[in-house]
């Protein structure tokens, strides 16, 4: 979808530590911030860029802070063009003007106290060429209106679709969660029910006699069974190919133990995904935890305190704030979609969790409020804003809206921001590189090419 203007959408991590205070009688010692810079995204159109910053240890000691950036210095300073934040904001994002299509910069956060100004890395990026990109197409795979039939096309009928997933011959599957259901769709359109019986329950057994409670988030292995994150029951479900259901981790009961198989627990669990090894990971969403299940069994928490928050750091030492999706790149990088900071999280294969793109003010920001998200072989990410919009982050950190228009609820197709959704959830995308969304209240699988 061409646009008029070309953001690119910068986010530098600003953390500002160690401002305690050294009292001895009237005097204070004051120290110089820490500042770091994280990633820069860019869009392939446009003059503006985004950045972000949080202050980790309060901010009373600083007097300005935000991005200074140069295309001549690559060592940029408050002396070259800025953008300076409202002090008192402990998280913030900055809007940089003015940039001249097809130029690299160099961009780093800044952050001033009565001490010094300190700066964080230097980040290097190029905007875009000021072209734009071809509109894609989207069009209904399946699905019409609320109900509970299987059949072609828009003689499906799901109620309320939440997750996605695809498998390597192109078929898609998704997590029906007020028909507590597995549906399948073949690649011309045709709709089965898998497993679920489309009452709510916790049964395992053959895919017909199986009972779900909300179905979540999907994940199909490489041999073709199918991971549910099974929300209402607070466990993990496994579908085998020849559709006998298991429970494969959690109690339950929500919790948050770490354990082997049913002694572990969660509290609405929203989404999975899976690596070459078979390890699945969790975004445990009542938690405020992304676990780790090995193939034995054996649940372990990788990052987050239970407690909510924005706070980068190595696993535990880090908050999240309701995770609502995951995925993971050839790296072996997590991405984390936080609609409620309207962030993307990183985590590292080392588990140090830091902000990716997002912020506070996201709601004007590229990404929106992030859903669900999805990663394919190349390495792109493509993000299901619940506003209305698919958006897609190329590996070189060029970004695009795919399709939607914020704040536009519908059910047209068509090119572009022609289209319409309503509470896009689930997103999944196969090996041709067609996007696959659960148009959550629209109860339809929209695709997009």
Known sequence: MNKTSTPINLLLLLIIASLGACVKGTAVTVEKPVVVTTDVIVETTGTSAWGGGFISNGATNITAYGVCYSSTNSEPTVADAKTDNKVGLYWFNSNIKGLTPNTTYYARAYATNSEATAYGNVVQFKTGS????????????????????????????????????????????????????????????????????????????????????????????????????????????????????????????AGYNNGTGTIASFSQPADIVIDGSGNLFVADMGNNLIRQITPAGVVTTVAGSRFAGIASGQGTAASLNKPSGIARDAAGNLYVTEPLNKTIRKISKDYMVTIFTGGPDSLSFAIGRPQAIKIDGSDNLYIADANGRILKIAADKTFSVLAGTTGTTGSADGAGGTASFNDPRGIAVDNQGNVYVADYNNNRIRKIK
């Open 130 to 253: 000021g072209t734009g990109t071809p509109a894609a197409n989207v069009s209904t795979l399946a699905g019409s209106s609320e109900g509970n039939a299987n059949g072609h096309g828009a003689a499906a009928l799901f109620n309320h679709p939440y997750g996605t997933a695809t498998d390597a011959a192109g078929n898609v599957y998704v997590s029906d969660s007020y028909n507590c259901s597995i549906r399948k769709i073949t690649p011309d359109g045709e709709v089965t029910t898998i497993a679920g019986t489309g009452a709510l329950g916790n049964t395992d057994g053959p895919g017909n006699i199986a009972q779900f409670y909300a179905p979540a988030g999907l994940a199909v292995d490489a041999t073709g069974n199918i991971f549910v994150a099974d929300m209402g029951n607070n466990i993990i479900r496994k579908i085998t190919p020849s559709g006998i259901v298991s429970t494969f981790a959690g109690s339950g009961s």
